[in-house]
């Protein structure tokens, strides 16, 4: 074997000896988090940074993070037990000040008891600035566990999974004030460093701000989009007053359906785990209100057919009176005596409908009955009389005056004139009244039932 050959097969050797190793170093060597190289990144560009990663690369992002919050929480310890040893040097300085102790003495212990409250408020502010970068680590890595429940999901009842549920517990467990009630002093510069930072009261009160805003932007807008929808479907005559009402409504509590999920975003409440548990309860509700359910089926179907409108006389479900309002569950009825009658609306979707105010125009149905001696023409003419002067009843169409029956007792005629809809029960009790009295006039009779009995002499 000549000699190059044996130093070509040596380098291929090493050079694949070479790849190989650092192959196994590459492996070997544990995935670091690209977002931690700047601990001060806002959250908006954390977000946008890691939006793109896959929940594996995420959870890389969370351990970066979770040892930069773990840091910061060793750091707020550690200011803790330093203001915890200064107020023990403290307490230790007072007790040396008794009775007994001079007036030299005295002034040697307050001059140092000054110093250790001075160094003490450096600590409280050191300390107010910890909790505020602990804040901002447990912001950070919020965001990315947002980041991953969005790639991985939550469960049924909207928590979140096991994989992520250490993170939010460490994050739960060291997270917040914790005062220190026996130290006045200690505990009013926490919560008043927590008020004025921005990652604290201060932020808290812009989210309020910002929820209130647009809370208040949405009612605006959807009291806007309700009128506006209900301007634009009134200009279809074919649509019933019932469907514009459902459609702005329903326009009215979408637009502030929205507007309430933007707002609660704006308070950094996470809105995925309340929109899975909602959709998870749907089916439940949906068991749980089956007869609910038919009612708003019925609704809908009302609403499309139109059998009735606002402001209509109706005879449903053995009620009679005016449709005062309609929901997608009920129709609210005023009877002739003011009850209101709330009636399901599976209920009259479901029986016979009658709509008395349908019509622009009533046929007013009256029965008369006069003696069989009294003269059938002179009543037929009384009636035509009365009917023609009465200024309610309407030329066209024409009434009819008709011998009708030949009843046990009576010549029944039918009274028969057309009114608009809204003088029905004028024109029926004046035309009455009006018949009777020139009957009386007249000597026409109204007779009441009577019996003829017949007594035989021979059998008694």
């Not at 310890?77 to 023990?88: D, G, P, T, V, Y």
């Not at 970068?133 to 790639?151: C, S």
């Not at 989009?225 to 007053?241: P, Q, T, Y």
């Given at each position: 074997?000549s000699?190059?050959?044996i ?8 050079a694949?000896l ?24 806002s ?9 793109h ?9 969370a ?43 005295k ?8 110093k ?40 049924i ?17 060291v997270?917040?004030i ?17 008020v ?44 019933s007053?019932l469907?514009?009402d ?11 359906l ?10 950094d ?18 068991f ?12 809908i ?31 609210s009825?005023?009877?002739a005596d003011n ?11 479901g029986n ?9 125009t009533?046929?007013v149905d ?5 003696g ?24 066209d169409?024409?009434p009819?005056i008709?011998v009708?029956?030949?009843?046990d007792?009576?010549?029944n005629?039918i ?20 018949v ?9 009779s ?15």
């Amino acid at each position: 074997m000549s000699f190059n050959k044996i130093m070509t097969g040596f380098l291929l050797t090493l050079a694949f000896l070479s790849t190989t190793v650092i192959y196994a170093e590459e492996a070997l060597k544990e995935p670091v988090a690209l977002s931690t190289e700047n601990a001060d990144i806002s959250s908006k560009q954390l977000n946008l940074m890691i939006n793109h990663l896959t929940s594996d690369e995420l959870f890389v992002e969370a351990d970066g993070w979770l040892k930069y919050l773990k840091e910061a929480v060793r750091k707020v310890n550690q200011s803790k037990l330093s203001i915890q040893e200064k107020n023990a040097e403290i307490d230790a300085l007072k007790a040396l000040d008794t009775n007994e102790t001079t007036a030299e003495e005295k002034e040697d212990i307050q001059q140092k008891v000054n110093k250790a409250k001075e160094e003490k408020s450096i600590l409280l502010e050191k300390e107010t600035k910890l909790i505020e970068k602990r804040q901002l680590m447990v912001n950070r890595l919020d965001t990315v566990l947002e980041n991953i429940n969005d790639k991985i999901g939550v469960d049924i009842k909207g928590n979140e999974l096991d994989k992520v549920l250490p993170y939010r517990r460490y994050i739960n467990s060291v997270s917040g004030i914790a005062l220190e009630v026996t130290d006045a002093e200690s505990a009013w510069t926490i919560i008043y460093g927590w008020v004025m930072s921005e990652q604290g009261g201060i932020h808290w009160l812009i989210n309020l701000v910002k929820f209130i805003v647009i809370i208040l932007v949405a009612f605006f807008v959807s009291n806007l989009f309700r009128k506006g929808v209900k301007r634009a479907l009134e200009l279809s005559h074919s649509n019933s007053k019932l469907l514009n009402d459902f459609i702005a409504n329903i326009i009215h509590k979408l637009v502030m359906l929205v507007g309430l999920l933007v707002a609660l975003a704006a308070l950094d409440i996470n809105v995925g785990p309340i929109m899975a548990m909602v959709g998870a309860a749907g089916f439940v509700v949906a068991f749980a209100l089956q007869g609910t359910l038919s009612n708003f089926a019925s609704g809908i179907m009302i609403m499309l057919y139109r059998p009735y409108d606002i402001g209509d006389v109706v005879d449903v479900a053995g009620s009679i009176g005016t449709v005062q309002s309609m929901t997608l569950v009920s129709t609210s009825i005023v009877t002739a005596d003011n009850r209101l009658m709330v009636v399901p609306n599976n209920s009259i979707w479901g029986n016979i409908i009658t709509n008395v105010t349908h019509s622009p125009t009533r046929r007013v149905d009256m029965t008369f009955g006069i003696g069989y001696d009294d003269d059938i023409e002179q009543a037929q003419k009384v009636m035509e009389e009365v009917l023609a002067e009465h200024p309610l009843v309407l030329k066209d169409p024409e009434p009819t005056i008709k011998v009708h029956e030949l009843a046990d007792s009576s010549v029944n005629f039918i009274c028969r004139p057309w009114v608009k809809t809204a003088d029905y029960w004028t024109v029926y009790w004046e035309v009455t009244r009006a018949v009777k009295e020139r009957f009386d006039e007249n000597k026409i009779s109204i007779p009441y039932p009577q019996m003829d009995i017949h007594l035989d002499p021979a059998k008694d």
